[in-house]
């Protein structure tokens, strides 16, 4: 049945669909949907439920994506630690150019939201244009995604493209799922009621959802493709984030001299992306990006295990017991 839709905020330029095209929008009620808790649909399409808003550019990047060999690409499941590891990506790509102390001072993470220096496919690019011009682009290009591993464009299956995955625990994934999309709600309408959502959430019904399809899609990649794609999980990273950021530069291309690692190099990049020094910056603290959304919405909490704060043991155990029954036999535990 096709979920009836309300106007989304005002402030919340990117779900607005007025301007799509009409073949879009006959595209549209053609797929199975079900409501979302914002304004709009999620609608099934090629196995994951994707925000109606949003498929225009999935089509488009989908369609008209071009990658490069030297490309990489940071995937996560919405909520999942992306705005961290985009800031350390860019730290670790541009660290040569931000080496010296002047340049620190100048450094974009102080002046500008990582998800703006680290531009979505399907969110901003392709989303704005149907095949937008990123020949001026520097190599390597750094880009992000949500996209399912089987729905990602044929060019980045095709080509040489690095794909970095960052996986983390379902229950601190959804928690602050729960809070974000809660706060693109019209405020009239409230927090949304967590047990609702748990029950969708447990069905798979959610954004890029379900959950354990997405993760285990990356995790037998990284297995049978470890040249093409990492696995990491947010705890890992939280747990030793010396050793994984070595790891990452590794991984990509660009690995640490011997000279960087006695200066001191990975420490400062830990230490200007970490959650107290990003999260206390005036540029994360006020202010919107692009689409409408405040800056601060992606700087919560960060920690791990924060779910036990908002569900009670029962809601967490039916998400373990969820995830148990779709990762048996696979050998990922999150």
Not at 113 to 134: A, G, I, M, R, W
Request: contains cysteine; proline residues 7%.
């Amino acid at each position: 049945m096709q979920a009836s839709q309300s106007p989304p905020p005002d402030h919340l330029t990117y779900l607005r669909e007025d301007d799509r095209p009409q073949a879009f929008k006959d595209l549209l009620s053609s797929l199975p949907s079900e409501k979302d808790w914002v304004g709009n649909s999620l609608h099934l399409y090629q196995g994951f439920w994707f925000p109606s808003w949003l498929l225009n550019g999935i089509f488009n990047c989908q369609n008209h994506f071009q990658a490069h060999p030297s490309d990489i690409l940071l995937v996560t499941n919405p909520k999942s630690g992306t705005t961290w590891l985009k800031a350390i990506l860019f730290a670790l790509l541009n660290r040569t150019k931000y080496s010296n102390s002047n340049s620190q001072r100048r450094h974009p993470l102080l002046t500008q939201n990582s998800h703006e220096l680290v531009p979505f496919l399907e969110h901003k690019l392709y989303l704005e244009q149907e095949n937008p011009d990123l020949s001026a682009l520097a190599s390597p290009r750094l880009f992000a995604t949500h996209f399912p591993y089987s729905s990602l464009p044929q060019s980045v299956s095709d080509s040489k493209c690095k794909l970095v995955y960052l996986g983390r625990n379902p229950k601190d994934t959804f928690v602050s799922m729960w809070h974000f999309f809660s706060k693109l709600r019209p405020e009239e309408k409230g927090q949304i009621p967590i047990q609702e959502f748990l029950d969708q959430f447990c069905r798979g019904v959610s954004p890029y959802g379900p959950y354990w399809d997405h993760v285990l899609g990356y995790y037998k990649a990284s297995l049978e493709k470890p040249e093409k794609v990492l696995f990491v999980t947010y705890e890992q990273m939280k747990l030793d984030p010396h050793a994984h950021v070595r790891k990452l530069a590794d991984f990509v291309g660009c690995p640490f001299s011997e000279e960087e690692l006695r200066d001191g190099t990975v420490e400062g990049i830990l230490r200007m992306c970490s959650f107290d020094n990003l999260s206390s910056l005036e540029v994360n603290k006020s202010g919107k990006l692009g689409d409408g959304a405040e800056s601060k919405w992606f700087f919560r909490r960060g920690e791990v295990g924060d779910w036990v704060n908002y569900m009670s043991a029962e809601m967490g155990e039916r998400i373990d017991g969820v995830m148990d029954e779709k990762l048996h036999g696979s050998g990922l535990k999150l």
